[in-house]
């Protein structure tokens, strides 16, 4: 290498990971006509273009971090000038300026707690804090947008969920399920049955919790037929396998409730890489797939929507755990204590702090609405159109269960909402839902659970980046949903909380 070429390795590695994206994003991209391949190239693209910003900027924008945050202390608060290093970041050995940020925040915490607790207090004191969250939202939107401008974009634009018939999953795992693999398994499963097989096997692609594979089955007298298996990732990104699932899914199958009919359920990861359920699988295809364009197939759509949510919200199943653990709580404690176990989730599962969140916890934790006077009911927790099969405008199947618990049925109708105005104005979907013998809801609840519903997906996405750091080679979906889909989520909680402070200033 020539003497005077001082560009070295340190620079070379950026330019190779920047052919790389050039080369996936222009060259292969266009040879790809799946929407799985497609999916995967963005996330391929995306993470590569992240790589290149932390290693070429990585310094100069957590100094831009840390200068803008320092605007939000008050001035009884001074900005920390050594200590622990706190907990490591992206990477094994955190720079000097992580620490320094991950320092600050444990002070910046403290004092936006205390305002945030103010301010519920004293009116005046609102406005102030508005404008402290909309500078806070603003540094962090230019710290994320500079490693990918999306993750900093409005929510509509972020991930939703969503299942396609797309087939050809890439995790390797996942690849390991095959005609060939399956009907070992299940002859090993059934031995009685020897004849027993699996063919027309399908991995499909989204899902960030679960993987959902389609088989069809012969040799039994009793499950033969097209079954839908639903595995667990090699790492789970929540502490919800899909094997807790089974007895839920049991029960409420057998309450009359629209779900897939659950078979059996496989707790020995051995055979398959991982744990499984497997149930029937209903007609029909995934509602967030689905264009409806005939204004009554739509109402009806929302009215059988409304419908199925208050069969799930009139349920009552004893015998299940989840009932059993809220045994004399009230809806406030309910809520209460699924905030803490989501907040304790977070502290366990973060790879670095997050003022955004800090600041939402005491928000919401001040925010509780007011018991309507109702004991806990079953919440789904992601009834959206990605977990629902649609056929005729009717709902045959409401999936993926691991959100489920007992609490605020208005949860439920809220997260929906996002969903349902696609289709018919939200006072419509509301009304049909009372209209069915629904749980109250008010402007509180709205407001409460369109901020909770953002901090519960950011968290979940956080979860996804523990599992992606956790195995090696790690699953990219679980990158993608914590470096690109994570930010949106918590700038959008606290785009509504600061919208809200400036309204009731």
Known sequence: MPADNDRGLSSLIPAILKSIDHTVGKDIAAEVTSAN???????????????????????????ARIRSGAALLSGDAQL????????????????????????????????????????????????????????LIEAEVQFHAAFDPESAADIASAYHGGKSGETENLDPISQSVTAATLTAYLRFRFPQYAGVSAADVQVLTGGMGKDTILFEMSGHPEYSGPLVMRKDLRVLSIDVSAVDEFALLQAVHAAGVNVPQPLWAEHDSRPLGSRFIVVRRARGTVAIAQDISSEEIRRHFADKLAEGLVAIHNLRLPQIELYQNVSGKTLSQCLHDQIETWRLFWLRKRLEPSLKLEALFSWLNANIPADPGIAPTLVHGDYGFHNLIMDQGEVTAILDWEFAH??????????????????????YFLGRYLAHGGKPYDAARDRFFTVWRNVRNAIASIGALNAFYSETPGNIKMATAGLAYNPRFELEALRLVAGYLENDA
């Open 406 to 427: 007992m609490g605020d049925p208005a949860e439920d109708v809220n997260y929906c909402r996002q969903f349902i105005e696609r289709y018919v104005p939200f006072d």
């Open 37 to 63: 391949g497609k999916a995967l190239i963005d996330m391929v693209c995306r993470l590569a273009r992240r790589c290149v910003a932390e290693l070429e900027q990585h310094q100069a924008l957590y100094d």
């Open 80 to 135: 920390p000038t050594g200590g622990p290093t706190g907990p490591p970041g992206l990477y094994s050995s955190p720079t000097a300026m992580e620490r320094r940020y991950f320092e600050e925040v444990g002070l910046l915490a403290d004092v936006l707690k205390r305002d945030v607790r103010d301010a519920q207090e004293h009116k005046p004191k609102r406005a102030a804090l508005a404008a402290r969250l909309r500078q």
